[in-house]
């Protein structure tokens, strides 16, 4: 399967990361973050997206908000101050696989997975 990776312009990141958090709620990520200090930390696995957005107002305006998970627990991981978004998608299909959000020193990763018809039955329950 081929990939396409696209850089969004960063006076596109606001819009573009709406709606992505407006897409089919059943896509379940996961969310990893990676630095030169720590390495690869995974911070969500096989969780629903419930909102991804960027802070336009206030002391945190720049950084970027992800949260994930169900309503009896969510995770929230702020990135302070990104400086890359990179999309990758399937060339054939142009759906979204993974979000890279590029920071100093290091870099969160998102990628985006539909669950089987098993899985999202027993997710229900």
Same mark, same amino acid.
């Given at each position: 399967?081929?990939?396409?990776?696209?850089?969004?312009? +960063?006076?596109?990141?606001?819009?573009?990361?709406?709606?992505?958090?407006?897409?089919?709620?059943?896509?379940?990520?996961?969310?990893? $973050?990676?630095?030169?200090?720590?390495?690869?930390?995974?911070?969500?696995? +096989?969780?629903?997206?419930?909102?991804?957005?960027?802070?336009?107002?206030? $002391?945190?305006?720049?950084?970027?908000?992800?949260?994930?998970?169900?309503?009896?627990?969510?995770?929230?991981? +702020?990135?302070?101050?990104?400086?890359?978004?990179?999309?990758?998608?399937?060339?054939?299909?142009?759906?979204?696989?993974?979000?890279?959000?590029?920071?100093?020193?290091?870099?969160?990763?998102? *990628? *985006?997975?539909?669950?089987?018809?098993?899985?999202?039955?027993?997710?229900? *329950?």
């Amino acid at each position: 399967m081929a990939h396409i990776n696209q850089e969004i312009p +960063r006076e596109q990141w606001a819009s573009y990361l709406a709606g992505i958090s407006k897409q089919d709620a059943t896509q379940w990520v996961r969310v990893e $973050s990676i630095d030169a200090d720590t390495g690869d930390q995974p911070l969500a696995d +096989r969780l629903p997206l419930v909102d991804i957005s960027l802070e336009t107002k206030g $002391s945190d305006s720049g950084a970027v908000q992800i949260i994930v998970g169900r309503e009896d627990g969510r995770i929230t991981h +702020r990135i302070l101050e990104p400086d890359l978004l990179i999309a990758e998608v399937d060339s054939q299909s142009g759906a979204l696989e993974c979000l890279e959000i590029g920071e100093r020193g290091g870099k969160t990763l998102i *990628f *985006f997975e539909r669950p089987t018809e098993a899985e999202e039955v027993s997710a229900r *329950f």
